[in-house]
């Protein structure tokens, strides 16, 4: 998986696998970005709601890396981290 992301070598096969790989790992990574304890719902249920939008932001980042390149993949995750980053200081 490493390998169709860093040297390119890649068929449509193992595009699908490196995305979802990416991805299944990208969630939970990114899952402590929440207050889980906030949700006011079972445990279990609090993980579907913050890993399931990780995981559709891995799909996405890992779709721009595959059709368009890394560095397109990285400027759309810091421009989207920026726009949060933005909403957060605007709302305060």
């Known amino acids: 998986m490493l390998a169709v992301f860093i040297r390119g070598k890649r068929t449509p096969s193992s595009s699908k696998f490196a ?50 390149g890394i560095l397109y993949s990285f400027l759309f995750h810091s421009s989207w981290n920026f726009f949060v980053l933005l909403v957060v200081v605007l709302s305060i």
């Open 19 to 68: 995305v979802f790989g990416s991805a299944s790992f990208f969630a939970p990574v990114h899952v402590f970005n929440y207050e889980i304890n906030e949700i006011g719902y079972p445990d279990s249920f609090k993980l579907l709601i913050a890993i399931i939008p990780q995981f559709i932001g891995g799909l996405i980042l890992g779709y721009i890396r595959i059709k368009f």
